[in-house]
């Protein structure tokens, strides 16, 4: 089994995305989408953004390399009653059911950083968008203090090493690796910009609560938990992530949750 997929299709993302779901529509909203535009969202987990993006008139192809998001993908947009947004299993470093310059807009919030091979996934978001089209990604930044990029942190020092030759996905966050990513797949770097931008989580229950979310259902997170009980070491983990999720928590409501999280956001012209 690709360790990739299984990685993914090991807990419920859906579980952490329903705290995500105000987030990615103001996301969508900010993607300069017209009415008609084709749009790719790779990564696309159940759709947090590949659904607002439908909403805003753009056909939609959601690409996920776990079935189960794929499915969780398409049962959302039946059940909301959207036409034009369709999800399907792929891998971002060989989209190879995807025609060259196929797409205005590719899209990747927190989806494509997962992938290994990270000039293959670069190439390919390249191949598949139009000249003049745009690639836009949000990627959680390495050493960052925020939500995100502290529960990886956190995790990873659980779980045991990764193989060697292993990629992190965090160096997605780092600019002068987009840069040369994207130019080995023949972009100049006058075409490449950033920012850094928020994504918060939310959710009507604790903090706590938000923290086994991620325990149960998010699968680096899974893995460190399963790392930590083998050596005794599960209830540290606990701690420190709670720790972190009350900390963070920005929530005037008693009992809810707001967490700002900051990635960098890249925007490349084709
Ligand atoms: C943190 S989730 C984000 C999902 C979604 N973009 C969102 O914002 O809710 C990461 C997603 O990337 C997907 N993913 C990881 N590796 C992938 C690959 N090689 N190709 C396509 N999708 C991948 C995972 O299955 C998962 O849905």
Known sequence: MNPNKALWEKGDFTRIAETMRDSGVALAAQLEITKGMNVLDLGCGDGTTAIPEAKLGANVLGVDIASNL??????????????????????????????????????????????????DVA???????????RIIMGNWIPGDPTLVAQVLKVSSSYTPPPPEGFISPMLWGIEDHVTERFG??????????????????????????????????????????????????????????????????????????????????VTVIR
């Open 70 to 119: 794929v499915a969780a993908g398409n049962r959302r947009a039946k059940a909301e009653g959207i036409t034009n947004c369709f999800f399907q299993e792929g891998d971002a470093t060989d989209l190879h059911d995807l025609k060259d310059q196929s797409f205005d807009l590719v899209v990747s919030f927190f989806g494509a950083m997962f992938a290994p091979k990270p000039y």
């Open 123 to 133: 190439r390919e978001m390249v191949r598949v968008t139009r000249p003049g089209g």
């Open 184 to 265: 080995e797949a023949g972009i100049n770097k006058e075409n490449i910009s950033f920012l850094r931008d928020t994504f918060t989580f939310t959710a009507p229950f604790s903090p706590v609560e938000c923290m086994k979310r991620f325990r149960d259902y998010y699968g680096p997170t899974m893995n460190a938990f399963e790392a930590a009980e083998k050596n005794g070491k599960a209830s540290d983990l606990q701690r420190e992530l709670e720790d972190l999720f009350t900390i963070q928590n920005q929530s005037k409501e008693n009992g809810g949750t707001s967490i700002p999280a900051t990635f960098l956001r």
